[in-house]
DNA sequence: ATGGTAACTGAACACACGTTCAGTTCAATG
DNA sequence: CATTGAACTGAACGTGTGTTCAGTTACCAT
């Protein structure tokens, strides 16, 4: 509850420009209130994000593996779309507050976030390795397709003029090209 | 010198977390005298922003024209990264400080992102229609580029593994397959 | 030497900040 | 009905905020 409001709060005005008291009439108390919930309000950005990558790393494992390189492929683009698309507001923090976080915070998340590219650098290490992809460098490949796809939750709006499977069907394609496969 | 000052301190730390006390502090005055110099915070934001996208539009007008779609695509893709690698501050804030801006500020900024973007979907589009791009929609193309390139500025050290003339090669196969040409 | 002016200081303004805490409220438990 | 305890208020704490402005400084033209 609170959690989320902060969420809303933060992903619109940013983590400094939103107040302890402005999250609090968010869900009707007063700033004081919300010291039973969280020590701090750092501890209120660091908790989302940090669930946040536990979340998407946690949903990523749980998505069926395949072999072909290909088709690992495809379905990482099209999780990584559909879950950033589900929250959009977790997602904009995630990138956008890296900045608000106290460093040892910030190294915490950074972990977490490298660990999720990792996945992909992997499914591009071995395609590449069987010749399925042609790239002549995997890391930046990886950085590639992640900002890529990411970007999509800039854009992208329920009501548009795309469904989310043709979003996910014209960016697999852009993805596959870009990658020689 | 206190726009610059400014422009560094924003885009580390975000504009909301930047007093004025503390610009004034990098530049060696008292926070009053920056007042000599622009007539409120806002307008510090909101005119680096401005040139920057000014300078993009301009320095993008003064590259030369090509006739072949694909080879305008390059020269975007090229001048994109170049343009956007030689300023990081100013594109962190660009894209990050949307936010933080008053609504008749934003509504200008967006005007110049979007006529920016313009120029790619423009490329794009002729492409398309001369057979040169195979691209099922145009906008959501101009998006994904414009986002994977963008990407790059995030990662990319000077001193890092890979040469600027690299990246831009790289990025531009990736460009070229995915725009399917 | 003198007057003018642009740059700057340092203090002040009213307000907002994160955080703490003694006290109040109120539903659940005995 | 009395007691507990968690949830919450409202005020206060020291500090920081953007901005203003009467003065001081330092330099330049006369």
Redesign the interface.
């Known amino acids: 509850m609170i959690r989320a409001a902060a969420e809303r709060l933060f992903a619109?005005?940013?983590?400094?420009?939103v107040s302890m008291r402005r999250i609090a009439a968010e869900v009707g108390m007063q700033a004081g209130a919300l010291y039973n919930y969280t020590p701090d309000k750092q501890s209120l950005l660091f908790g989302m994000m940090k669930s946040h990558l536990e979340e998407l790393l946690a949903a990523w494992a749980a998505t069926p593996r395949t072999t072909r390189p290909a088709e690992a492929l495809e379905s990482f683009t099209r999780f990584h779309i559909s879950f950033h698309l589900d929250r959009p507001d977790a997602v904009f923090i995630a990138y956008?507050e890296l900045?608000?976080l106290e460093p040892q915070n910030f190294t915490a998340i950074e972990t977490l976030r490298r660990r999720y590219e990792t996945e992909l650098e992997t499914i591009l290490r071995r395609g590449k390795a069987t010749g399925d992809f042609t790239i002549?460098?995997t890391?930046?490949?990886t950085?590639?397709v992640?900002?890529?796809l990411?970007?999509?939750t800039?854009?992208y709006r329920d009501d548009g003029?795309?469904s989310r499977e043709r979003?996910e069907r014209?960016?697999w394609?852009?993805?596959r090209?870009?990658?020689?496969a």
């Open positions: 619109q005005h940013g983590y400094a420009a956008m900045r608000s002549p460098d890391r930046l490949a950085m590639a992640i900002a890529m990411t970007g999509v800039t854009w003029r795309l979003v014209i960016y394609n852009m993805v090209k870009a990658m020689g």
